[in-house]
């Protein structure tokens, strides 16, 4: 920070403020986290500065000796810790990953599947303004209207009617085990490529408090960060038969060189996900869901499939009288950082939606136990029954504030 200080003050105040923020505030946004002091360094490493187009002993550049190495040993963790056959760990992000599938195993017009964006599922599932749903033939299924759950029954004969070239699990906002083994049933029935895509869920799979999709699909696609707990990436994981396949449509078929600050990130990270400390966070993770789910539906809460057995919790507002976005807003001011989201068969817009999406990955890094998601809970609902109460606002950021002293943010020094 100081030499960042001493050249662009500007940026270095914003930075110093956002470390204050997070700092400060309760972060149930459930995609964020907070990464240890080990992989903010790789993050912020000299491996920025190198250019790598290619695979470890393949590149077009000299000077790969090192950055061959690191990406072998990102790979090699990957592979043990999730029990693949083979990991690509370059795609930049989530999005492209799943964009890589597509490019391996699919034409322009060929038909997919998976879980419609405003049921849980998410853009690159091919829904209609994503690339996934303008170049290819995207069907969705969604969930029952009773229970908000996935209808695998319906799935099959969906699967059944349209042949999807490939077949997708998974998605953004989906609070209950998924159930890869009946998915990959399916799919080997209609001749689909099975694609688990696991970004939320891939630090629960990897502690193993989540059933993990590796012996069954033929694609494993996640992001780095979220519940892994790692840098800002995406990561692709195959079965032996697919690598080639994989490897080509991510390079050179969507990108060019990886961002080698970002793998030497995720292999510290893999090899911080392979501790039992890791293992005892996951756990914690899921327990303090619960905890959450249960003090929230004590207080009047309306949660989609009334809980979760994950780290995500999704939630209607519409018996509380408040849009989520209205809520986000005003849980905000509070000191509580969370994303207004679509609920299932929401009839408000995507931009004013129904409902909240919450997380306890980054709290639970934190030091958060049940105690503290009981009284998270009891903000909340304070805050949702007042929104415009600027002083109650006020107060609760104040103790809020308190509290997160005495849980100091990992890797955040302010």
Request: hydrophobic share 40%.
């Amino acid at each position: 920070m100081t030499a960042l200080s001493s050249v662009d003050p500007e940026i270095a105040d914003l930075l110093a403020l956002e470390a204050r923020r997070q700092s400060d505030k309760v972060r149930l946004i459930a995609s964020e986290n907070y990464v240890s002091k080990a992989v903010l360094a790789a993050t912020g490493s000299v491996l920025t500065n190198k250019y790598s187009e290619g695979y470890a002993g393949k590149r077009y550049y000299e000077g790969q000796q090192y950055i061959d190495a690191v990406e072998s040993i990102c790979i090699s963790r990957a592979k043990s810790l999730f029990g693949a056959d083979h990991a690509n760990v370059q795609p930049y992000s989530g999005s492209p990953a799943n964009l890589a599938v597509y490019f391996a195993f699919c034409k322009p017009g060929d038909t997919v599947m998976g879980l419609g964006l405003p049921a849980g599922g998410h853009l690159t599932h091919g829904w209609n303004v994503s690339i996934s749903g303008t170049y290819f033939r995207a069907v969705q299924y969604g969930v029952r209207k009773d229970t908000h759950r996935i209808d695998l029954d319906e799935v099959r004969d969906l699967a059944r009617k349209e042949k999807p070239r490939l077949l997708f699990a998974g998605g953004t906002a989906v609070p209950r085990t998924i159930e890869f083994a009946a998915y990959a049933e399916i799919a080997r029935e209609v001749g689909a490529i099975f694609v688990a895509d696991i970004a939320h869920i891939s630090g629960l799979v990897a502690a193993g408090v989540h059933p993990s999709p590796v012996p069954h699909a033929d694609v494993v696609s996640t992001t780095t960060h979220k519940t892994l707990r790692g840098p800002r990436g995406g990561m692709l994981m195959c079965k032996e038969t697919h690598a080639k396949a994989i490897d080509r449509a991510v390079f050179p078929g969507l990108q060019g060189g990886p961002h080698n600050h970002t793998t030497a990130a995720l292999a510290v990270a893999l090899r911080e996900a392979a501790t039992q400390e890791f293992q005892k966070y996951a756990v914690q993770i899921v327990a303090n869901a619960k905890a959450l789910a249960a003090a929230m539906n004590d207080r009047g809460f309306t949660l989609i499939t009334g809980g979760t057995d994950n780290h995500l919790i999704l939630c209607d507002l519409t018996s509380k009288n408040i849009s989520g976005k209205i809520a986000a807003k005003a849980l905000d001011a509070a000191g509580i950082e969370l994303n207004y989201n679509s609920v299932p068969f929401d009839t408000r817009k995507p931009f004013d939606p129904s409902g909240i999406r919450i997380g306890t990955a980054a709290v639970t890094t934190r030091g958060f136990r049940e105690p503290e998601m009981v009284q998270i809970a009891e903000w909340m609902a304070q805050v949702v029954a007042a929104p415009a109460d600027e002083p109650l606002h006020r107060r609760i950021a104040g103790e809020i504030r308190e509290l997160c002293a005495k849980f100091p943010a990992p890797g955040i020094d302010c």
